[in-house]
């Protein structure tokens, strides 16, 4: 298996190699990372598979792309794959010396459907495909400032199959339960320096040192360098409240902004909902439904916050 992170990348099966890389006719893939991580998948009674594995495409398109191709082909295998899609799954299978490898993504409908989420326009003309035993995932065209996730799966048994079918469940998984499998929803003050070294690496921010929350001030954040605004360089902090609400600023508990890649990663690697700018400087009031959230009513009171975001990531003492 070759280290995470790459460009291309390839991963060893009991039929031969597998490389996975992608290429566009316009834009900078340098944007992107291909990545590959073990997938413990839970089978249903009876099933098992010897091997399974999610190769990751992901990062942020600082520009628009055109013909932008996720693809997965193999080094020297010339026996040709056979076709065992169903509902949401793409795949396909290979079969020689006892030993079968499955290949499987998302359905070009259900990729539209995720990509252009409440209609967005964020990309154009999807579509799966297997042509000379390579198997690509093409976007005709994608938006710039946008995040972009993509995966394959690959699992691997003995043929016949132990049990039938172990394959195809292994590799029928949906992009969202993938995610999920490999980063657990941590949404406490306390994986912060997980989610937020996660966070960075995704984005490839160069990621300062993680400040855990004390008596003052009561929030954690990191500091991340990169390309913010069209910016290099620049700087943005992620803040976490011991009350798990989610900030980020332009300075360390003020100046509270929109950062749609880092809220967008948030969400989709942990479920986490980033406050809004428009949410944090918001008047403050404090109303049944705030008190109710807030640890301490009586800091409220003493220091009387003008906005909510001076109410949520404060450092009274």
């Not at 705030?290 to 003492?317: C, V």
Request: proline share 5%; charged share 20%.
């Amino acid at each position: 298996m070759s280290p995470p992170g790459n460009k291309n990348i390839s991963l060893e099966t009991p039929l031969g190699r597998l490389s996975f890389g992608i290429k566009a006719d316009l834009g900078e893939v340098d944007d992107f990372r291909v990545s590959i991580h073990p997938v413990n998948r839970e089978m249903p009674w009876g099933m098992s598979v010897e091997g399974c594995a999610a190769v990751l495409f992901e990062g942020l398109s600082c520009s628009a792309f055109e013909n932008l191709e996720f693809y997965c082909q193999w080094d020297d295998l010339k026996q040709q794959g056979m076709a065992n899609s169903g509902g949401a799954l793409e795949a396909w299978e290979w079969e020689s010396d006892g030993k079968l490898v499955m290949i499987g993504t998302e359905v070009s409908d259900r990729l539209n459907e995720r990509l252009n989420y409440q209609g967005q326009s964020t990309c154009e003309n999807i579509s799966v495909a297997m042509t000379d035993n390579a198997i690509s995932v093409r976007l005709g065209k994608f938006a710039a400032g946008k995040m972009l996730s993509l995966h394959f799966m690959v699992a691997w048994n003995p043929s016949p199959e132990p049990s039938s079918c172990s394959c195809w469940y292994a590799v029928e998984m949906s992009h969202q339960a993938l995610m999920e499998s490999l980063n657990p929803n941590e949404d406490s003050w306390y994986a912060f320096p997980h989610i937020a070294q996660k966070i960075g690496a995704a984005l490839y921010y160069r990621v300062g040192p993680i400040h855990k929350p004390e008596v003052t001030p009561n929030f954690s954040y990191v500091e991340f360098t990169g390309r913010f605004d069209h910016q290099e360089n620049a700087k943005r902090y992620l803040l976490c409240s011991y009350e798990g609400n989610w900030a980020v600023c332009k300075d360390v508990g003020s100046d509270f902004v929109d950062c749609a890649e880092i809220a967008a990663k948030l969400k989709e690697f942990y479920g986490i909902n980033v406050m809004s700018k428009a949410e944090l400087e918001a008047e403050f009031e404090l109303t049944p439904e705030i008190a109710a959230i807030h640890p301490s009513i009586s800091d409220l009171k003493y220091w009387r916050p003008q906005t909510m975001g001076e109410a949520l990531f404060n450092w009274w003492d």
